[in-house]
């Protein structure tokens, strides 16, 4: 059988993108495939669970277009779905005189964005939140918490139930391109397998740069992971907060701060960090892989984007490898925590694209052939925008094909 699309990759946006392009086309053969035994193993499954309100993102881009539409998208889902979210809100918390002017900025940024917040100070942060300090907030009510590997596996039914054929530990080993259509090729417990289909769509995360190569389209850019390295609280702390405690964001550093999490199973994290990664699917203590090293080395956007973040590369590592230089990343914030109260919890893994120049791409970024539409970058927070980038991932595919 030859089917109309092929999408690699189960993650919330390859499964978001299957499950529409189903809805439009319910006359289409769709096949999903996706190399673990479960969907979204990778980093759906491995971030913090928040559906983010958009607070970060330039007024009128796709990112804050996406974001917005994203936290109504997914509540609905989740509420037609019966899948458990709790809208909790959000606290952007300044600690110091110069977090509280970035505070004033992105308050402003939420206004223009038309986000529903609320600006407090240190008294009305105190009474909402007695066990952190800070000189001011800023209340984002429409920020929640989610189980997106639950989002993902319901979606995967709605699109099995219309139809989709989804093939789970199906790991593809190659690509080819022909004038009518594209096979793949693909490892399925321990036998080579093969299909074909008349156009496909990757979106293959932490692998978007090796299944570009596989049909030899030239690209610029690479993926470098980027680990995200969490700890739980112990049970007596489940109720430290009451809403998400993040820091003021540095506007030069590409990534949020360590923040505490409520978690929808009611657990409390705190993180991430950001420090390099050796190995794409490195989730454990120690993570090592001779390819992924090999293959950013001899990358030169590797060594241009460590040379500009050398600084905030060295403090970051420092703080993974020295408990209590992290845990006061927190304590600025949450004083009462103590090192002993970090307990283990499993890291994840950010696909950064970083472009052959050093520069990390923040927007989306697509590869295409003319059978083939391959989602290099989706930017963060992906989970979120999830349908609507998998509605606009629709658009591409039938504005490619005419």
Same mark, same amino acid.
């Given at each position: 059988m030859t089917y109309d699309y092929?999408?690699? @990759?189960?993650?919330?946006?390859?499964? %978001?993108?299957?499950w529409q392009l189903q809805q439009r086309f319910p006359d289409s053969k769709i096949l999903l495939l996706e190399k673990e035994s479960v969907y979204s193993k990778h980093q759906t499954g491995h971030n913090s669970g928040v559906i983010h309100a958009g607070v970060y993102y330039a007024p009128g881009s796709l990112k804050a277009q996406f974001c917005k539409a994203g936290v109504a998208a997914t509540m609905k889902f989740c509420d037609e779905n019966g899948v458990a979210y709790n809208q909790c809100g959000k606290l952007l918390v300044a600690t110091n005189d110069l977090e509280a002017e970035r505070m004033q900025a992105l308050y402003n940024r939420c206004i223009d964005n038309g986000i529903d917040v609320e600006l407090l100070d240190a008294g009305q942060l105190? #009474?909402?939140e007695p066990n952190i300090v800070g000189v001011g907030a800023i209340l984002v009510k429409d920020t929640a918490i989610v189980n997106y590997q639950q989002v993902t596996t319901r979606m995967a039914e709605r699109f099995v139930a219309m139809g989709g054929d989804a093939r789970l530990n199906h790991k593809v080993t190659g690509l080819s391109e022909s004038a009518d259509e594209v096979t793949v090729e693909a490892l399925h417990n321990g036998q080579?397998? %093969?299909?074909?289909?008349?156009?496909?769509?990757?979106c293959s995360?932490?692998?978007?740069?090796?299944?570009?190569?596989?049909?030899g389209i030239k690209t610029d850019f690479q993926i470098?992971?980027?680990? @995200?390295?969490? =700890?739980?609280?112990?049970?007596?702390?489940?109720?430290?907060?009451? /809403?998400?405690? =993040?820091?003021?964001?540095?506007?030069?550093?590409?990534?949020?701060?360590? /923040?505490?999490?409520?978690?929808?199973?009611?657990?409390?994290?705190?993180?991430?960090?950001?420090?390099?990664?050796?190995?794409? #699917?490195?989730?454990?203590?120690?993570?090592?892989?001779?390819?992924?090293?090999?293959?950013?080395?001899?990358?030169?956007?590797?060594?241009?984007?460590?040379?500009? /973040?050398? @600084?905030?590369?060295?403090?970051?590592?420092?703080? %993974?490898?020295?408990?209590?230089?992290y845990l006061k990343l927190v304590q600025k914030y949450c004083p009462q925590l103590k090192v002993e109260d970090l307990q283990p919890y499993p890291a994840g893994i950010r696909a950064q694209a970083v472009m052959n120049d050093g520069s990390l791409v923040h927007d989306f970024l697509f590869a295409e052939s003319p059978r083939s539409l391959h989602v290099c970058n989706a930017p963060s927070p992906a989970a979120t925008s999830?349908?609507?980038?998998?509605?606009?991932?629709?658009?591409k595919v039938a504005e490619q094909q005419g």
């Amino acid at each position: 059988m030859t089917y109309d699309y092929i999408i690699i @990759g189960g993650g919330i946006v390859g499964m %978001s993108t299957g499950w529409q392009l189903q809805q439009r086309f319910p006359d289409s053969k769709i096949l999903l495939l996706e190399k673990e035994s479960v969907y979204s193993k990778h980093q759906t499954g491995h971030n913090s669970g928040v559906i983010h309100a958009g607070v970060y993102y330039a007024p009128g881009s796709l990112k804050a277009q996406f974001c917005k539409a994203g936290v109504a998208a997914t509540m609905k889902f989740c509420d037609e779905n019966g899948v458990a979210y709790n809208q909790c809100g959000k606290l952007l918390v300044a600690t110091n005189d110069l977090e509280a002017e970035r505070m004033q900025a992105l308050y402003n940024r939420c206004i223009d964005n038309g986000i529903d917040v609320e600006l407090l100070d240190a008294g009305q942060l105190k #009474e909402r939140e007695p066990n952190i300090v800070g000189v001011g907030a800023i209340l984002v009510k429409d920020t929640a918490i989610v189980n997106y590997q639950q989002v993902t596996t319901r979606m995967a039914e709605r699109f099995v139930a219309m139809g989709g054929d989804a093939r789970l530990n199906h790991k593809v080993t190659g690509l080819s391109e022909s004038a009518d259509e594209v096979t793949v090729e693909a490892l399925h417990n321990g036998q080579q397998v %093969s299909f074909k289909g008349k156009f496909l769509i990757t979106c293959s995360g932490l692998m978007a740069d090796r299944t570009t190569k596989m049909l030899g389209i030239k690209t610029d850019f690479q993926i470098i992971p980027f680990r @995200g390295e969490y =700890y739980k609280l112990p049970e007596k702390y489940n109720t430290i907060v009451n /809403h998400l405690i =993040y820091p003021i964001p540095d506007p030069d550093l590409p990534f949020l701060g360590v /923040h505490l999490t409520r978690m929808i199973d009611g657990s409390v994290t705190v993180g991430p960090n950001a420090v390099q990664g050796w190995k794409r #699917e490195g989730y454990g203590k120690i993570n090592i892989s001779l390819r992924d090293i090999w293959d950013m080395v001899t990358f030169p956007g590797f060594w241009r984007v460590l040379k500009a /973040h050398i @600084g905030t590369g060295i403090v970051e590592t420092k703080n %993974s490898l020295w408990k209590p230089g992290y845990l006061k990343l927190v304590q600025k914030y949450c004083p009462q925590l103590k090192v002993e109260d970090l307990q283990p919890y499993p890291a994840g893994i950010r696909a950064q694209a970083v472009m052959n120049d050093g520069s990390l791409v923040h927007d989306f970024l697509f590869a295409e052939s003319p059978r083939s539409l391959h989602v290099c970058n989706a930017p963060s927070p992906a989970a979120t925008s999830a349908i609507p980038i998998g509605g606009y991932i629709c658009d591409k595919v039938a504005e490619q094909q005419g």
